[in-house]
């Protein structure tokens, strides 16, 4: 029940959120005004005071701990309770408010730290590239993509060759330093709509939606040569192996084209090392 509120919230707009919650504040209101000051509506204040924190931000969250409290002071009033002094009425309504705005402080932190959680479990700490679990997601979604729009999709591994004498003969420093340059390089050499993910080791992926062989050729002679300009003039010159397969028509699952392009690319490595190949695939995973 909670996943479907939850998605059925995220689907509305700020406004709409804010309206949610500033009715139910005056529902609560009105509840707590007709339930007489005797009985407590606090806790139920705080339910539009949390969706507007986790939903719309701190400017409605503000507004809403704002109404929050008014809301209760007028319903209080309203139902009769007589305070001895005016201090006495201030001093609630200003600790009511506190106690809204630390509980709406205290979510929207909590809402920062997942947020950023989620994003660092979807980034590679070393390149700042995507991950397998992002390009995993990615993959998904562009299949999705390109079956419904009926367009071509291209997938590339590319391989560093010979890493492991880089990191022997100069050392982890220089091993890291060269895969910060490869994942920036391929960055650079994309469209915005293209992703650029870090597999693990040396190991990078390209995925390539709307893009034909042709366009793939192009792209990736682009990226290679742009990769071998990074090293030029460095000590440590890494060459690379590349398989790269296109789908006129996407596969039937994700599986197919990592394995292709996985596939393909060591047979590169087979045949020599600092290649690349390219297949197109009329689609079904052929």
Not at 101 to 125: C, K, Q, Y
Request: net charge neutral; glycine share 8%.
């Amino acid at each position: 029940m909670l996943n479907a509120i939850d998605r059925f919230l995220s689907r509305l707009s700020r406004a709409s959120i804010v309206a949610l919650s500033v009715t139910a504040v005056l529902i609560t209101g009105l509840l707590d005004r007709v339930s007489g000051f005797e009985l407590s509506f606090s806790l139920f204040y705080l339910a539009p005071t949390a969706v507007a924190a986790w939903y719309a931000g701190r400017r409605a969250s503000t507004l809403i701990t704002l109404l929050s409290a008014a809301a209760w002071l007028a319903a209080d009033l309203g139902a009769g309770h007589i305070y001895s002094s005016n201090a006495i009425v201030a001093w609630n309504t200003i600790t009511r408010l506190c106690v809204f705005l630390i509980f709406a402080e205290l979510l929207l932190a909590l809402r920062t730290l997942l947020a950023s959680s989620e994003r660092l479990a979807r980034i590679d700490a070393l390149t700042g590239l995507a991950n397998r679990r992002a390009f995993d997601e990615q993959l998904q979604y562009c299949l999705a993509l390109a079956s419904r729009e009926h367009r071509p999709l291209t997938l590339a591994y590319l391989d560093l060759d010979d890493f492991k004498r880089i990191n022997d003969e100069h050392g982890h420093a220089a091993g890291d330093r060269a895969l910060r340059v490869v994942a920036h390089t391929l960055s650079q050499a994309v469209r915005r709509s293209d992703t650029v993910a870090r597999l693990g080791g040396d190991e990078f992926a390209l995925l390539l939606p709307g893009t034909d062989r042709a366009g793939a050729e192009s792209l990736i002679a682009k990226a290679r040569q742009s990769i071998y300009a990074a090293f030029r003039s460095g000590t440590v010159t890494p060459t690379c192996s590349i398989g790269a397969v296109t789908f006129l028509e996407p596969p039937p699952d994700a599986e197919g084209m990592i394995s292709a392009a996985d596939a393909l690319m060591y047979e590169v490595k087979m045949r020599g090392k600092n290649g690349v190949a390219f297949v197109q695939s009329p689609g079904g995973g052929g």
